[in-house]
């Protein structure tokens, strides 16, 4: 699928960066091939035991498997985006039942991209299975140290009786190499409908920068069913009834296609959880079901591993519905920013959340909170696990008081556009100095183009420390410079941990080996544009205090359009 990128550009500190992804593109046909009739997967989500996973592949494959991916060449405007992952196959064992010659393969787009702990797909062999699944997702958890948040937040999203993924935590080893926790989440698909609702008679699309305006639905991606043409049809008419700017019976119109009860309980929660990656505030990260028998759509939760932050940028900066420690609702997308404006649909979202608050399960999301922090032990951070504990304690209270303190007569005028990259510069130089000592000045050489100019600086200097821009802390490479004409620009490169080591070519990769070109405004930091599509050739490198760096860079830069 084609994929756009919008609103990369809020920062507060150098050190600020959190990934979007986005979807702009093409028509996909749903698997045919996915496992055929009803299986008892009752036990296949057991989140009080760790599944083991041991997967045994030839080294050259998995050498191959882990550094396939996308960097932010991959969202130029013209770019297909094609799926960059290959097929391979392996022998695993799942706590202790053995599976020779299953497919395996990487997922994942950019956020949760990594060379060293890569997300990962498995399916079976024909008429194979393992309690009750064929295919099994497995999440590296990039975008979340804790471990915890996708599980508890789909736990949360069922205990309010939507849908929602079941979800475990895992142990995945490959060939004799422990990687860590992960966590499996449910694939939704004809398993999901099968276990869930009973039957695979629906029809399922996911919306990845998705949203119901003429211009994005083709985004809409199929992912299993036989309605395509019907739910088309409806995406079609729900963006002409928001596009008609018709204020009459909003709600009403819009019931014809969509279960609203379902709807406003869904984009609630979207908000309770502090999902700023999901439809509401992003328009991604979720799925679309249609249901025959009522003739329409629901929603369901997806990619929850960056939620339960009040504090999260996406929503601390946010200035048009930011009060307090509460965010209280999400307009970012057209169905609830259209509505937001509606009377009745203000009215049905307000008593919705109000409803929701009031039975927001604190006590059952603390005892999650410990009974998997038991489960994992010293694999999740005493730290991250208090951060959640806070939140669960205080959202209700800090939600309703940011609804109470809103003002009425609001515009919630902050939609989201379509957007995508496009190549606007070049950058080559090299880097020397010491581990994590202050910034020193630059007397190598570093070339930079943008947008058809060079850009030279008469001072600079460069720094090496750890940075947490996206998950945990990694290596990060930064210079600052100024020009004749008296502005600061600032280089920063971050590196995946385990490649950055001595003599080692590393490849930009998502955003976990990346960079931020950005120009310092008034004091603060405006991104410019993606460093990517290049090489960081490292000489000499290491994280311990006085460890020699050095290397070179050559990459180029891809700034938004709008």
Same mark, same amino acid.
């Given at each position: 699928?084609?994929?756009?990128?919008?609103?990369?550009?809020?920062?507060?500190?150098?050190?600020?960066?959190?990934?979007?992804?986005? =979807?702009?593109? @093409?028509?996909?046909?749903? &698997?045919?091939? +996915?496992? *055929?009739?009803?299986? !008892?997967? #009752?036990?296949?989500?057991?989140?009080?035991?760790?599944?083991?996973?041991?997967?045994?592949?030839?080294?050259?494959?998995?050498?191959?498997?882990?550094?396939?991916?996308?960097?932010?060449? =991959?969202?130029? @405007?013209?770019?297909?985006? &094609?799926?960059? +992952?290959? *097929?391979?196959?392996? !022998?695993? #064992?799942?706590?202790?039942?053995?599976?020779?010659?299953?497919?395996?393969?990487?997922?994942?787009?950019?956020?949760?991209?990594?060379?060293?702990?890569?997300?990962?797909?498995?399916?079976?062999?024909?008429?194979?299975?393992?309690?009750?699944?064929?295919?099994?997702?497995?999440?590296?958890?990039?975008?979340?140290?804790?471990?915890?948040?996708?599980?508890?937040?789909?736990?949360?999203?069922?205990?309010?009786?939507?849908?929602?993924?079941?979800?475990?935590?895992?142990?995945?080893?490959?060939?004799?190499?422990?990687?860590?926790?992960?966590?499996?989440?449910?694939?939704?698909?004809?398993?999901?409908?099968?276990?869930?609702?009973?039957?695979?008679?629906?029809?399922?699309?996911?919306?990845?920068?998705?949203?119901?305006?003429?211009?994005?639905?083709?985004?809409?991606?199929?992912?299993?069913g036989d309605h395509e043409t019907t739910v088309r049809n409806k995406f079609l008419a729900i963006a002409k009834i928001l596009e008609s700017g018709s204020k009459s019976n909003?709600?009403?119109?819009?019931?014809?296609?969509?279960?609203?009860?379902?709807?406003?309980?869904?984009?609630?929660?979207?908000?309770?959880?502090?999902?700023?990656?999901?439809?509401?505030?992003?328009?991604?990260?979720?799925?679309?079901?249609?249901?025959?028998?009522?003739?329409?759509?629901?929603?369901?939760?997806?990619?929850?591993?960056?939620?339960?932050?009040?504090?999260?940028?996406?929503?601390?900066?946010?200035?048009?519905?930011?009060?307090?420690?509460?965010?209280?609702?999400?307009?970012?997308?057209?169905?609830?920013?259209?509505?937001?404006?509606?009377?009745?649909?203000?009215?049905?979202?307000?008593?919705?959340?109000?409803?929701?608050?009031?039975?927001?399960?604190?006590?059952?999301?603390?005892?999650?909170?410990?009974?998997?922090?038991?489960?994992?032990?010293?694999?999740?951070?005493?730290?991250?696990?208090?951060?959640?504990?806070?939140?669960?304690?205080?959202?209700?209270?800090?939600?309703?008081?940011?609804?109470?303190?809103?003002?009425?007569?609001?515009?919630?005028?902050?939609?989201?556009?379509?957007?995508?990259?496009?190549?606007?510069?070049?950058?080559?130089?090299?880097?020397?100095?010491?581990?994590?000592?202050?910034?020193?000045?630059?007397?190598?050489?570093?070339?930079?183009?943008?947008?058809?100019?060079?850009?030279?600086?008469?001072?600079?200097?460069?720094?090496?420390?750890?940075?947490?821009?996206?998950?945990?802390?990694?290596?990060?490479?930064?210079?600052?410079?100024?020009?004749?004409?008296?502005?600061?620009?600032?280089?920063?490169?971050?590196?995946?941990?385990?490649?950055?080591?001595?003599?080692?070519?590393?490849?930009?990769?998502?955003?976990?080996?990346?960079?931020?070109?950005l120009e310092i405004v008034s004091g603060k930091p405006q991104l410019q544009g993606y460093i990517s599509n290049g090489t960081v050739n490292i000489e000499k490198a290491g994280?311990?205090?006085?460890?020699?760096?050095?290397?070179?860079?050559?990459?180029?830069?891809?700034?938004?359009?709008?």
């Amino acid at each position: 699928m084609l994929l756009k990128l919008k609103k990369l550009y809020l920062m507060t500190t150098l050190a600020l960066f959190t990934p979007i992804l986005f =979807s702009s593109g @093409c028509k996909h046909t749903a &698997e045919d091939s +996915y496992s *055929k009739g009803s299986k !008892d997967s #009752s036990t296949a989500f057991n989140d009080k035991q760790i599944l083991k996973l041991s997967i045994t592949m030839p080294p050259q494959d998995w050498d191959k498997l882990r550094v396939e991916g996308r960097d932010f060449s =991959s969202l130029q @405007c013209d770019s297909s985006n &094609e799926s960059p +992952y290959e *097929k391979y196959k392996a !022998d695993i #064992s799942m706590d202790g039942s053995y599976f020779k010659g299953v497919t395996i393969r990487k997922k994942g787009f950019l956020g949760s991209l990594l060379q060293d702990k890569p997300s990962l797909k498995i399916k079976l062999g024909k008429g194979e299975e393992f309690n009750g699944l064929d295919r099994f997702s497995f999440n590296n958890d990039r975008q979340d140290s804790s471990h915890l948040k996708q599980c508890l937040t789909y736990d949360i999203f069922a205990s309010y009786g939507l849908l929602a993924p079941r979800c475990r935590f895992t142990e995945v080893t490959v060939n004799g190499r422990n990687l860590g926790v992960y966590t499996q989440v449910e694939e939704v698909k004809k398993d999901f409908l099968h276990h869930h609702l009973g039957s695979s008679d629906y029809t399922i699309f996911e919306g990845t920068l998705s949203d119901f305006t003429s211009s994005s639905l083709e985004t809409f991606e199929l992912k299993y069913g036989d309605h395509e043409t019907t739910v088309r049809n409806k995406f079609l008419a729900i963006a002409k009834i928001l596009e008609s700017g018709s204020k009459s019976n909003l709600v009403q119109k819009l019931s014809q296609h969509i279960d609203m009860d379902q709807f406003f309980k869904f984009w609630a929660l979207e908000s309770l959880v502090a999902h700023w990656d999901g439809y509401a505030n992003n328009r991604n990260n979720y799925y679309v079901l249609y249901h025959p028998a009522t003739d329409k759509l629901t929603f369901i939760p997806w990619g929850v591993d960056q939620v339960l932050n009040a504090n999260d940028i996406f929503l601390r900066d946010d200035p048009v519905n930011r009060h307090g420690q509460g965010q209280w609702v999400s307009t970012k997308a057209a169905l609830p920013h259209i509505l937001m404006a509606d009377q009745e649909g203000r009215a049905k979202y307000i008593a919705t959340m109000k409803s929701l608050i009031s039975s927001w399960p604190v006590s059952r999301i603390l005892g999650k909170i410990e009974s998997f922090q038991n489960l994992l032990g010293d694999q999740t951070p005493s730290k991250e696990v208090d951060l959640l504990k806070t939140f669960a304690s205080n959202r209700g209270k800090d939600v309703l008081a940011s609804l109470n303190a809103a003002d009425p007569k609001a515009v919630y005028d902050n939609r989201k556009d379509d957007s995508c990259t496009k190549e606007t510069g070049t950058i080559s130089g090299n880097f020397s100095g010491i581990w994590n000592t202050a910034p020193i000045p630059f007397k190598g050489s570093i070339k930079l183009q943008f947008k058809g100019e060079t850009i030279a600086f008469q001072k600079a200097s460069l720094g090496f420390k750890l940075d947490a821009i996206v998950g945990s802390p990694q290596p990060a490479i930064t210079y600052m410079g100024s020009t004749a004409s008296g502005k600061t620009y600032v280089i920063k490169v971050l590196i995946e941990t385990p490649l950055f080591k001595d003599t080692n070519k590393v490849s930009f990769h998502g955003v976990s080996t990346f960079g931020m070109f950005l120009e310092i405004v008034s004091g603060k930091p405006q991104l410019q544009g993606y460093i990517s599509n290049g090489t960081v050739n490292i000489e000499k490198a290491g994280i311990s205090e006085k460890s020699e760096i050095k290397g070179s860079i050559d990459a180029k830069i891809y700034s938004m359009t709008f």
